[in-house]
Structure formats: C-alpha cells, structure tokens
C-alpha cells in the first residue's frame, strides 16, 4: 500500500520569503507527526496532531513556523520569513492511533528545505 | 523528559563481522525504544522496537536490540554484516503516556568493507 508521502522532494527559497510543505499520510492514521533533521543530526520533533487538532506543538521553534491539519488527513506546514538556519529536510510520519508512545510511526521521504 | 545518546557516530565493519550500535537513554520511567535506519535519500524505516513484552527484540534484516534496564542501554546487534547494511542507524525513544514525540540520538553511520 502507499506509504507516507511528502511534496515537494526539495524546495530552494530566499530568505525571507514564506514556504509550505505538505504531507499525505497512509489513509486511516488519526496522527500526524513532523520532524526536522538538520544536517549530521537526527530529527527533532516539532508538532503532533491527533485528527484536526494539534496535540502537542511544544516543538516548533517560534511562530514562524504553523502547521494545519484541517481534515485529519493532509497536512500543512507553513514557515514564514524563512531563515538561513530553516534549512534542513522536514520529515513527516503517521501512526495508526498516536494515543500511546509505543505506535510504530512511518516516515515519509522528507522535504529538503534550502534557504539562500 | 527521556532522551537517547548513541555512541560512536562512524562504525566501520567487514563484510560478515558483528554490527554493534550502541544507545544509551535517559529516563524515570521505563519507555518504548526504537532504532531505526535510513538509507541515502529514503524515508526512516522502523528496524525494531522495546515495548517492555520482552528484553531481547528481533527486528528485520537479522537486526536485534536487548534492553538491559540496570545499564540504561538499547544496543543494536546483526551477527554478519552484509555491504546493503551500510545506512544511517537512529536510536529513538518515547514516553509511556500522553508522551508520543520521539526523540532521537544523533545517528551513527555503518560502512561496511568489502
């Protein structure tokens, strides 16, 4: 079956400007989770969502970054004034059920962000 | 809040030596441990995973992790290493409860010589 998908694969922008990254989990996962992964890291979490709402957005970094999940499938994440340090590949991953720590998340490919 | 340490961020083994990978955490209360690997430009993929129902966890591709509580680690094994096991490993661990984020150690990157 088809497993998480993210568009685009990279985007490139300038400093300044305002970016979204979307994210289509596998059907029928109620959370939705996105990471960031800076370059030698592993990935920090940023924002989790159970159906429409945002669970937990202890992770964003400040309120340039905002993420929807409007119809508890898609996601968005929108990051304005983007920054130099923004550059980094954006992962995004489901889960079934989200509602215990021990579900198995799957990961999309990732969006590469490069910010001039 | 947990958090995991893996040691070692370059391993280089033979073609058909023991892997070891190794990941210790940091916790108050006993988590859910994953390590998962990524290979160049795909997705992370779950390789296995502690949920307390057994110490000793097989996972794919020959890989297995043995949580051992009172050294606060989650080492990663494969007896034989094979070239299509040369991939970027993460540790990850979460929370019991109302605690699903993972937080992840900072990799370590396998090379196997042929």
């Known amino acids: 079956g088809a497993g998480v998908s993210q568009t685009p694969s990279n985007k490139v922008t300038e400093k300044g400007k305002y970016v979204e990254l979307r994210c289509d989990p596998i059907s029928g996962h109620t959370a939705l989770y996105w990471y960031r992964q800076s370059l030698g890291q592993g990935p920090e979490f940023l924002i989790y969502f159970q159906g429409t709402g945002a669970a937990d957005d202890s992770g964003l970094p400040n309120d340039r970054f905002f993420a929807v999940r409007p119809e508890g499938s898609v996601s968005t994440l929108k990051i304005q004034r983007t920054e130099r340090g923004d550059s980094a590949v954006y992962l995004c991953?489901?889960?079934?059920?989200?509602?215990?720590?021990?579900?198995?998340?799957?990961f999309g490919p990732g969006t590469r962000l490069t910010v001039l | 809040a947990q958090s995991v340490t893996q040691l070692g961020s370059h391993v280089s083994v033979s073609e058909g030596a023991l892997v070891l990978l190794r990941c210790n955490y940091s916790s108050s209360v006993p988590p859910y441990l994953f390590w998962y690997v990524q290979y160049p430009n795909q997705g992370l993929q779950l390789l296995l995973k502690y949920t307390s129902a057994a110490t000793l966890v097989k996972g794919i591709n020959g890989f297995e992790a043995e949580f051992k509580k009172s050294e606060t680690s989650f080492h990663l094994t494969k007896p034989s290493a094979h070239m299509s096991d040369a991939a970027e490993y993460f540790c990850?661990?979460?929370?019991?409860?109302?605690?699903?984020?993972?937080?992840f150690g900072a990799g370590t990157t396998v090379t196997v010589r042929a």
């Open positions: 990850a661990v979460s929370g019991r409860s109302n605690d699903y984020k993972l937080s």
């Open positions: 991953a489901s889960s079934l059920l989200g509602i215990t720590g021990g579900d198995e998340q799957f």
